[in-house]
């Protein structure tokens, strides 16, 4: 069992910078790809960012290719997330997740979801 807390999201203006984090329990953390997807209100849940076990393979999402960052501290079981140039349109709940296999943009290859953190960017 894996459980995944977020925190870190907040609300900025369009341009800033922001970082998110997700602490994991457990000592499996090295064993799962980690990622982040986020939903805004009314849209489907879409996949944003994952990164495999070593940290040594990272994919995103055409939409924030460039601007977001995926990462993680293995010996801190912890996923981060710094997202820079941030638009309106990144206004969304952000979910950390763990899959067992890497590294699917898909949320049938999720095997645990945290609770989400709000990441809402103004005009």
């Known amino acids: 069992q894996v459980q995944l807390v977020e925190s870190g999201g907040g609300l900025v203006q369009a341009g800033d910078s922001l970082r998110v984090s997700c602490a994991a329990s457990?000592?499996?953390?090295?064993?799962?790809?980690m990622g982040w997807f986020r939903q805004a209100p009314g849209k489907e849940r879409e996949f944003v960012a994952v990164i495999s076990r070593s940290g040594g393979s990272t994919y995103y999402a055409d939409s924030v290719k460039g601007r977001f960052t995926i990462s993680r501290d293995n010996a801190k079981n912890t996923v981060y997330l710094q997202m820079n140039s941030l638009k309106p349109e990144d206004t969304a709940v952000y979910y950390c997740t763990a899959s067992s296999i890497c590294c699917s943009s898909s949320t049938a290859s999720v095997n645990y979801w945290g609770q989400g953190t709000q990441v809402t960017v103004s005009y």
């Open positions: 457990g000592r499996t953390f090295s064993s799962y790809a």
